[in-house]
């Protein structure tokens, strides 16, 4: 129990925990010595080829499956001691909408809102408002089997938001969506980014997750193999910011006036890249040296990395 | 954040209301499946009401060839079939419960919820069973009513409540023995043809009940009922053990991985090597094997009796009530008089033995075999009965024994002296052997009911049966050897000094 009473009063700064967290399933090794926390208001991307332990972890977090070893806190409460606390503070997303067809919506949110613990009234208010927000208040009165796939993924949407959790699991929430029904639920997402709640992302999607997250976790057979920022991963894992200059005439001697500066990586008729780690100094002095030389500049633009970039060549080592 | 309602769950109470709130989804879903209702609909209103009218002509019919017996036999009869055949739904709901909700991949977001296992459990297995017993009681109703207006006949009170706890009970043990299997499945198809497993021994018990309804012999289906209950608590208590969300979302495809169920097994074989507290390794090479000799005499195997107490105490149990058999009886067929004649009995007289089919020829290596093939024969009736028939198995020849104990009283020699001729010799051994072996292989048994906990149902399946063989090797067997030399070659010296001639 003290190990409880002292993560519960550390709410504000781990709403998610993991120490050490490992998952065996009779001698595969899903998830290995998984260690992170998650603070509230932050969205945390699981980003992993398929089998990488991303479902297996969230499972965990969910309190359905129990570590093998190591330890799980979830809003405080240990997913392993107390499992029922930590599924009522959970929303859960899962992979399939796993929808139970031959019910109408308003029964179904009923059902759901009710395991969770919210009255009849409290749980018809927050489903309706949960459907308009996700364009579908007709959604109430259809019967499941009718909805489109979107719809579907919405609904369960709805389900695993229906009990306010101050915990969202969200594995592939997007999947399934038309790029419009995607757009709404990714800005619904970000809406829920709150003071108090911590979102776990699981998605293929890497500009959702870099649109999305505040910090990406990158999976590989169970272990975490990067972590931070979208910003921090590219500098750490694609060196240094990369620039691009555009000149008016041909580079035919701009690299010599510029090589105590920065050194040219590549070259074309009137543009060249350099990389820099320190763009604020250098650019400025670039644009200087090239100003005192009359060499008319059209553009300096950093040359967008993608997170594709940062994933592949950490999921490809 | 919306705040849980806790006044909701204080006045409530928050375990029933979880399970109500989720029957009230099962049965809502059940009755929304027209597969499901259109033959209970049939069977519950069209059925019985055909059954009426079908006795009410049958009864006409018998009773103009002389034969009314027939009719009134036929009418319970007909009773207990109009309750049984909805009850049959059950079994196809229960199945599909879990392992559907699997396949339909509605099972993960139910899991999710605050639901215990416990609670999941109970909540999927009474909702399976409500509208098939509902339905069930309602047939009964329909067919007793068309009767009672065809024919003016009502059932004596005991026989309905009879056939009303008799559905009951048996619409509990599909119900439940389909959950088990539901929730240790991987599909609907596997599981479809696992309830074999049910649907075999149900129509058996069927049959008898149908024999016994004929037989007009109402008292004998009490002890079914009986029978049933104990299943029912069994296999209730076995799905609440071995239960667990992990192994419902875990379990993705039904693979056997005999490498790793050997490797567990021979892990469980193993023991640590002991000898009285003696630094192993500071003794001479040669010496070692004492290590491993004191690590299973001196550890190994006392741990598994003390972790075996309750199957033992189970065997011990089930001994004193064969004794009990046994007497009572000797007290009710007592053998003619001169059947029981020891006066000229020899240390030859058991080398005759062989004469008589069923027992083994009167050699050590005769009795022995005898005897291992026995306690084999428990041990592998006691996986497919959660351990009930190997206990079975043994307290029949116990009962065979006091029942001729008794006959010897009643005969006038000393029931002590002919106990301890004929049997303790080699008894001393052989009971305590055969005891133990009885007790694992009724773990054996157990294991699929009540794993230990923290284990799965294979791992304590495995972990019982390398019990079983570490100690019937190291232990039973040597001790079967020696009381099938003493059988052979002291008891009827023992046995013709006592009472020969």
Redo the contacts between chains.
């Keep these: 129990m003290g190990s409880v009473v002292v993560l519960q009063s550390a709410v504000l700064i781990a709403m998610i925990d993991l120490v050490g967290l490992t998952k065996r399933f009779d001698g595969f090794t899903a998830v290995d010595r998984v260690t992170l926390s998650v603070a509230p208001g932050e969205i945390l991307a699981l980003l992993g080829p398929n089998g990488a332990g991303k479902t297996t972890t969230v499972r965990v977090l969910a309190a359905i499956l129990r570590p093998t070893m190591g330890h799980a806190f979830v809003a405080g409460y240990s997913v392993t001691e107390h499992a029922q606390e930590v599924r009522r503070r959970v929303g859960l997303l899962t992979e399939y909408p796993g929808l139970y067809l031959r019910m109408r919506g308003e029964d179904y949110l009923d059902f759901f809102g009710r395991l969770m613990g919210l009255d009849a009234d409290e749980c018809e208010r927050r489903a309706r408002e949960l459907l308009a927000r996700f364009g579908m208040p007709e959604a109430w009165d259809q019967r499941m089997g009718t909805y489109s796939k979107g719809m579907r993924q919405k609904m369960a949407l709805v389900r695993a938001m229906l009990h306010d959790p101050p915990v969202l699991l969200l594995d592939e929430p997007t999947s399934a969506m038309d790029p419009h029904s995607a757009k709404l639920v990714r800005d619904t997402v970000r809406s829920l980014r709150h003071h108090r709640r911590a979102i776990v992302i699981c998605t293929h999607n890497l500009a959702e997750a870099e649109a999305l997250a505040s910090r990406i976790a990158i999976i590989r057979r169970g272990r975490i193999i990067a972590l931070g920022t979208p910003a921090e991963l590219k500098a750490r894992l694609l060196g240094p910011s990369l620039m691009e200059l555009r000149l008016l005439h041909p580079t035919d001697g701009v690299v010599n006036l510029i090589s105590d500066l920065v050194k040219v990586e590549v070259q074309g008729e009137n543009w060249l890249r350099y990389a820099t780690a320190n763009p604020q100094e250098t650019n400025p002095l670039l644009l200087q040296t090239l100003a005192a030389y009359g060499v008319g500049v059209i553009t300096l633009s950093e040359v967008p990395r993608s997170l594709e970039d940062v994933y592949l060549r950490v999921v490809e080592e | ?2 705040a ?2 806790e006044r ?2 204080a006045t409530v109470g ?1 375990a029933p ?2 399970v109500l ?2 029957i009230k ?1 099962e049965v ?2 059940t009755l ?2 027209w597969r499901i209702i259109v033959p209970i609909v049939i069977l519950t209103l069209f059925f019985p009401a055909l059954m009426s009218f079908v006795a009410n002509m049958a009864l006409d019919w018998v009773a103009e060839y002389g034969a009314p017996i027939v009719g009134e036999r036929m009418l319970p009869f007909l009773l207990m079939v109009v309750g049984f055949f909805p009850i049959s739904f059950s079994l196809v709901i229960a199945l599909e419960t879990f392992v559907g909700e699997k396949e ?6 139910l ?6 296992d416990a609670q999941l459990y109970l909540g999927k297995t009474l909702a399976a069973m409500l509208p098939p017993l509902l339905a069930a009681y309602l047939g009964i109703t329909v067919y007793l009513t068309g009767l009672h207006f065809f024919k003016g006949w009502s059932p004596p009170p005991i026989l309905l409540v009879l056939v009303v706890l008799l559905t009951t009970a048996e619409g509990l043990v599909m119900v439940s023995g389909a959950v088990v299997i539901s929730s240790q499945t991987t599909s609907v198809r596997a599981a479809n043809l696992l309830a074999s497993f049910i649907i075999i021994p149900m129509t058996l018990l069927i049959q008898g009940e149908a024999i016994i309804m004929f037989w007009a012999n109402y008292g004998v289906l009490w002890w079914v009922v009986l029978f049933l209950v104990v299943v029912d608590v069994i296999l209730v208590r076995m799905g609440i053990h071995i239960f667990n ?2 192994e419902l ?2 379990r993705e495809i039904d693979q056997l ?1 005999v490498a ?1 169920l050997w490797r567990k097994f021979c892990g469980y074989l193993r023991w640590e090597p002991w000898f009285f507290g003696l630094d192993l390794q500071k003794m001479p090479a040669w010496l070692r094997w004492l290590g491993m000799v004191g690590g299973l005499y001196g550890r190994d195997i006392p741990a598994i009796l003390r972790r075996s107490w309750l199957a033992l105490a189970v065997v011990v149990i089930g001994l004193l009530f064969s004794a009990g058999i046994g007497y009572d009886f000797a007290t009710r067929y007592q053998l003619p008089p001169g059947v029981l004649q020891l006066e000229n009995v020899s240390a030859e007289t058991f080398s005759e033995l062989p004469a008589v089919d069923w027992l083994p020829v009167f050699t050590v290596w005769g009795v022995l075999l005898n005897n291992v093939r026995s306690l084999m024969a428990a041990a592998l009736l006691a996986v497919f009965s959660f351990g009930t028939l190997a206990v079975a198995l043994l307290m029949a020849p116990l009962a065979i024994v006091f029942f001729f104990v008794t006959q010897a009283a009643y005969v006038g020699y000393s029931p002590a002296l002919f106990f301890a001729a004929f049997v303790l010799p080699h008894g001393l051994l052989e009971l305590p052997a055969a005891t133990i072996a009885t007790a694992l292989a009724v773990r054996l048994g157990a294991a699929f009911m009540s794993p230990p906990r923290g284990m799965t149902v294979s791992d304590g399946w495995l972990w019982a049966l390398a019990d079983f063989v570490k100690v019937f090797i190291a232990l039973l067997l040597p001790l079967l050897v020696l009381a099938a030399a003493v059988e052979v070659r002291v008891t009827p010296t023992i046995v013709a000094w006592a009472f020969g001639g």
């Design positions: 954040m919306v849980v309602t909701m769950r928050e209301r979880l709130t989720l989804r809502w879903d929304r499946d339909r991949r509605s099972l993960e977001p899991l999710a919820t605050p639901l215990t969300r992990e979302l875990g991985n790793s």
